[in-house]
């Protein structure tokens, strides 16, 4: 997937990049004629054989506040149109919260929300004027749409994560920041089983389909890959 820089192409920053649905996004952008630079916690295979010219690829883990200090100086001369936290994890997502060790529920609260946020925060000088900034969230975040339970600890680190987020957006007010969390719909990946309704192409292609339609648009939108609005 070969795509010639141009001066005028958007940039795209994709944390947590490295498979799945982050790695999807970035084939998806790079193949809409963005330049992206996608970031990987280790390296990454799948990211290694686009081979784009348009792609840059960096180490850091969103959880070492040090290597996210040093991507942001590594980068002190781009800004994005759109900076998009993908990475999270969802270690013992099927246990009950009772089950799951201490240290582990607090490692998932600590991936899915406090990073997330933090990164944001590091990388808010790195937004370009009529940017955004997204955040990976997902449909079990939303508290009153929680009819059937399950992912106890996965679930309330998403509904954290969205509760962040909003303050994060408040505390910025001034900067009239476009800022959208989103839910990837239910997507065939090693998070989501093999089960699931719909697969990685059809999630990107949306996500991509919705952000691109909303671009620089201030406020804070908790949306689908459908674009449509979901419920806090």
């Known amino acids: 997937m070969a795509e ?6 958007r940039n795209a920053l994709i944390v947590g990049a490295s498979r799945g649905l982050g790695l999807g996004l970035v084939e998806t952008f790079l193949g809409r004629g963005w330049r992206v630079t996608a970031t ?6 799948g990211l290694a054989a686009l ?4 792609l840059t690829i960096e180490t850091a883990d969103i959880d070492d506040d040090q290597a996210v200090s040093v991507l942001h100086d590594r980068l ?7 900076v998009f936290v993908v990475a999270g994890v969802a270690t013992q997502a099927h246990d009950p919260l009772h089950a799951v060790p201490r240290p582990v529920a607090a490692q998932v609260y600590l991936t899915n929300a406090i990073s997330p946020v933090r990164f944001a925060e590091a990388f ?6 009529g940017g955004s900034l997204v955040f990976m969230s997902s449909i079990l975040g939303s508290v009153g749409l929680n009819t059937s339970g399950g992912w106890e600890n996965y679930r309330a680190s998403k509904a954290a994560l969205n509760t ?4 994060f957006a408040i505390r910025h007010a001034a900067e ?3 800022v959208v969390l989103m839910h990837p719909g239910w997507v065939r990946t090693e998070m989501g089983g093999d089960g699931a309704d719909i697969d990685v192409a059809t999630s990107v292609a949306g996500m991509a389909d919705v952000i691109e339609a909303r671009l620089g648009r201030p406020g804070t939108a908790y949306l689908d890959y459908r674009g449509e609005t979901l419920a806090w």
Do not use: G, I, Y
């Open 4 to 9: 010639l820089e141009h001066p005028s192409a």
């Open 40 to 45: 990987q916690r280790k390296a990454s295979p």
């Open 51 to 54: 081979e784009s010219e348009a």
């Open 76 to 82: 002190a001369s781009r800004t994005f149109d759109l």
């Open 124 to 129: 808010r000088d790195r937004l370009a004027p």
């Open 164 to 167: 962040l987020v909003r303050s």
């Open 176 to 178: 009239n920041l476009s």
